[in-house]
């Protein structure tokens, strides 16, 4: 089953697979929110986590720093993280800082379903 | 755009908010916090720290913690050596790999190396220490360039005037309010020092003992009543404290005297609001007309008082207070000649001089405060303290206090004067 998370701070259901809203959020402090609801996923057995672009139009500093500290926290719970519906401008940011190195990045739902698929079969 | 373009305007936009975030006047520790994402935004860090230097504890104390786990110290002691590596470095990151050289490091290497950390930078601002950032490995796994190392640079000199501004904010709060519990020990200093100078002067009286302290507490409730701020209760108070100030020069057998005294002996004692003028007016009081309130609290609205025969509006507005208080405890307590008067012929006799020896808003407002006592409204219980429960019981008050306001309503604060046909200069 997929969970579909608001970036908010109440608690969401926790599954396998979650995908996180990342809203226009992550662009400022509260954005530590998303961060927060991510690790709570990881933290409770969450072993493929999605965060959802399709809202962000640009991802600043701030935005990279929590992303940076969700694929932290994946790591040490031995997960992974995609990153869907990312725009052609953010996707340059990500690979020019690093963070694709990290992640999945995944273009469309369909794509992400296709990537799911996969790792069922691995 | 090639990459390098990318990563300038990218630090760029980082380095403006960073900018805005600590000009902004928002919560320190938030404004720490941003800080430290901007930076590993920026760069694209893993992991980091800012810490503010504790200049007497000798320590970095960590404000904002990122991706460094729960058993990463958040306090770290430095040594006189320590201290004097990052005077010589300034603000420019230092690699780990030079950085364990340094005494403190040594003591958390392990700490450190487990985390990962790569860059370490002293916040040196106008020569004196006041932080430290600790940065881990980047995202890309690569070390870090000469240009992120002048960006680090760069963000560094904005969060350490943040903390520098924040130290100094401190210092200044701390001075401030050391200065306000000084000016609070002074304040309580002078009131206790004019409570003392009531009683020295109630002592020379052995007739009217605790006579200057009630006329304090009888002009403190007329203030009250006239919805004054707490500052100016203080003052007619302290006024009414102090009025018979210049009764101190006056021979003690004419204060004290158990018949009516002498014409000779009446000018003595009349010379007391001046003399207690003259003692006080050198005095710098918090409270301006004190000084005044002596000197005339024995003139009247009709001109008839002494010692400048003043007429209405020609007398401060606290010596009115003040004589209201006087002549009030004058009335309701034992006199070696003359035995207190009932609480309802005071009244009366308050009406009656209303207008024509005391200021009638000032009338009105003081028997208001008695009757809501009387009715249970004010709970102080202020004029029972000070004239006794039986005497402000006495049968029928209520009803002269709420009879006499009624009548007195109408009147409006100025003086009666004009009509009663009686010269009133303060009118022309």
Redesign the interface.
Known sequence: MITHSEPVTSAQPVTEKSVIRAGDYLNK?SGEQIEYECKRQLEAGCKELVVNFAETELV???????L??I??AASSNGATVVFSDVNETTV??FE????S??VTIADSAPQLTKIWQNMIIS | MA?HD??LI?AF??LA?LGQEITNKNNFQ?TI??S???I????????GAVARYARFGHELNMLAV??LGDDFPLSLMLTSEDERQFLTNGLSPIEISQAQALPFFQVHNVSFDKRRLELFVPLVVRDEIVGAIFLGE?????PYTKYEKEIICAMGQHIGVAISQRNLMAEIERHAEDNRRMFDEMRSTYHDTVKAFAAAIDCKDKYTEGHSVRVGKFSEIIAMELGWGKDEIEGAAVAGYLHDVGKLTVERKIINAPYRINAKESAELNKHPGVGYDILQPIHHPYTDVPLAAKYHHERLDGRGYPDGLYDREIPFIAKIVTLADSFDAMTTDRPYKARRPAKDVVDDLQKNSGVQFAPELVTAFLAGMLRELKGEDRTKRFRRLLGRDYMEAEGIVDKLKYTLNEMAPTTPMTYIAAAGIGDRSLH
């Not at chain 1, 020019?96 to 963070?99: A, F, I, Q």
């Open positions: 402090l600043n500093s701030i935005g990279i720093s929590i940076l500290g694929i932290d340059e940011l020019m800082l690093g963070l190195k990290h | 990459e990318h990563k990218h936009g980082a908010e938030e916090r941003t430290l994402h901007l590993s935004g920026a760069i694209g860090i893993m992991r990122r991706g980047k995202a890309t796994a690569e």
